[in-house]
């Protein structure tokens, strides 16, 4: 019933149930992953720091971060 799942929400349920569910568990799990290893492999820095880093090498520092942007999302497609 309505109050039910409401009561579920309110008191953590649906977070029990998504963790219970094989697929949601899946999908949480490799997220988990992901983050993980962009957290380790360091492309957050490069990211953070790619404007100073291009800053006196190219006349516009933002055109080398978009680059660095547009080169992750390629590599992210041929990755798939």
């Keep these: 019933s309505?109050?039910?799942?409401?009561?579920?929400?309110?008191?953590?349920?649906?977070?029990?149930?998504m963790i219970n569910d094989d697929r949601m568990w899946k999908l949480l799990v490799c997220?988990?992953?992901?983050?993980?290893?962009?957290?380790?492999?360091?492309?957050?820095?490069?990211f953070y720091y790619s404007t100073m880093f291009f800053d006196g090498l190219i006349e516009n520092p933002l055109i080398?971060?978009?680059?660095?942007?547009?080169?992750n999302v390629?590599?992210?497609?041929?990755a798939l």
């Design 2 to 17: 309505c109050g039910d799942a409401e009561e579920r929400t309110n008191s953590g349920g649906a977070f029990v149930a």
């Design 74 to 78: 390629a590599a992210t497609y041929v």
């Design 64 to 71: 080398g971060t978009a680059i660095v942007g547009g080169v």
């Design 31 to 46: 997220s988990l992953i992901l983050q993980m290893a962009q957290q380790l492999c360091g492309i957050n820095a490069v």
